[in-house]
Each structure stands twice: as structure tokens, then as C-alpha cells.
């Protein structure tokens, strides 16, 4: 079992160099808070196959993740200590104020099977399932000024997006142990990688969602040799 109730509170100049003097203007105040909460289960178990009498171990698994996470933007006080309190109050029209809820969801099933060919060589075939919910909710501001920085548009925009996808991942890997105590490698795998929150809330009018953003997919492939190079 895990869990995680954590916050992140960030206060400063972004676009201010460290080496240039602070102005004393509106500072950038980022306000991140995680909690979520998940079940890892593993089952291994040894057995023959009868047919060849050939030992085998099978681990079977599975994951639940559930988070509800959150960030929240706008403008910090114009001073230089740690004060983490928006002063939405003094500056009314900070450009990239902002809030978005991310409700996370992951649950997979997961196989692999090791298969001892001879007492020298292996395979290990693996399967794993993934089922994956993303989701933002929340929205930001759009505000243009004129020379004299007064609005001449000021509008909140509300967007949520959800992104759901099921879909097997496969690998393959391959051993040989020499008497020596040495072995030769091989696995290939599928990979991928989710969707990321940033890639899902819009901070500025100017960017739009593709609505059918997808995960990224790939392959891992490696090989090897490792073993003992000399012992007493």
C-alpha cells in the first residue's frame, strides 16, 4: 500500500535573471497539491510443466492509482520573503492566473513466466494491461492591457478535458547461463509514456488541446553479457 499527501508552494520571478536586482512587482505564486493513494500486489509461484519437465515460476500481479491533484497560479505579494498568500487584491490583473484539478486514474494486471528450457537456457515471456483515466478540470484568465495598463479584456475560461485508454503492452526475454557463471542477455519490450498534466491545461488563449493527444509508444530493446571477470 502507498499514499501521498504533499504540497508545493513556489514564489518568485520566473523571468528574472538570478544575477539582475528584483523589481518589487508582482511575483509569480505557484501553489501544487498531491494526494493521492494506490495497491501494488505480486503472487509468484513455482511449478513443472508435465509434459516436458520443464521448471517454471509464474508471477501474476496487479495495480490500483487514484490521485486527485491540483495547481493553482496567480500573483504573489511584490515583497522578497516567503509569503505564499495571492495578492489578487494589489495586482487585479496578473496575466496567467490560473486553477486546475487533475483526477488521476490507473489500474493494470500484469504476467510473466519464466521457462527453464534445460538448466542452461530461459525464456521469459510477460503481458501487462493497462487502463488509464486523465483528466483536468479548472481554468484560466485572458487579460490584455493598454499602454496605461487598464483592461481592455478581461474573461475566466473553463476547460476540461479527459483522456481514456486501454491498451497491452508485450516483452520477450531470453537468458543463457554458461557453466562459468556467466551469461549472455536479451529482452525487447513495449513502452510507452501517459499523457503529462501540463500537456493537458491550457495556460494561454493562444494554445488549444488536440483532442485526440495520445499517449507516446515505443520499443526497448537490450542485450548483453555479464558474469564474473575473475575470482579467488
Not at 494506490?38 to 508435465?50: C, Q
Not at 515460476?57 to 522578497?80: D, E
Not at 475566466?156 to 557453466?179: D, Q
Amino acid at each position: 500500500f502507498f499514499g501521498l499527501d504533499a504540497n508545493r508552494l513556489t514564489v518568485g520571478y520566473r523571468n528574472i535573471k538570478v544575477n539582475q536586482i528584483d523589481p518589487l512587482l508582482d511575483r509569480d505564486l505557484i501553489k501544487g497539491y498531491f494526494s493521492n493513494y494506490g495497491l501494488e500486489s505480486r503472487y509468484i509461484k513455482k511449478y513443472i510443466v508435465p509434459a516436458y519437465d520443464m521448471r517454471s515460476v509464474l508471477l501474476v500481479g496487479m495495480k490500483y492509482y487514484k490521485a486527485k491533484n491540483s495547481s493553482q497560479q496567480g500573483p504573489g505579494s511584490s515583497g522578497f520573503d516567503a509569503d505564499f498568500d495571492f495578492s489578487i487584491d494589489e495586482f487585479p490583473y496578473y496575466p496567467n492566473q490560473s486553477y486546475y484539478d487533475y483526477p488521476n486514474l490507473n489500474t493494470s494486471v500484469f504476467l510473466e513466466n519464466i521457462l527453464y528450457v534445460d538448466s542452461n537456457f530461459s525464456i521469459t515471456p510477460g503481458i501487462r494491461y493497462e487502463h488509464i483515466d486523465t483528466k483536468s478540470d479548472g481554468y484560466y484568465r485572458s487579460i490584455s492591457l493598454n499602454l496605461v495598463n487598464q483592461p481592455t479584456n478581461d474573461t475566466t475560461i473553463y476547460s476540461n478535458s479527459s483522456n481514456v485508454r486501454n491498451f497491452t503492452l508485450l516483452g520477450i526475454g531470453f537468458s543463457y547461463k554458461t557453466k562459468k557463471e556467466n551469461e549472455f542477455y536479451a529482452n525487447i519490450s513495449q513502452n510507452y509514456r501517459s499523457v503529462t498534466f501540463a500537456d493537458i491545461s491550457i495556460q494561454n488563449p493562444s494554445f488549444l488541446i488536440d483532442p485526440e493527444i495520445e499517449d507516446e509508444s515505443g520499443y526497448s530493446f537490450d542485450i548483453g553479457f555479464r558474469g564474473i571477470y575473475k575470482s579467488n
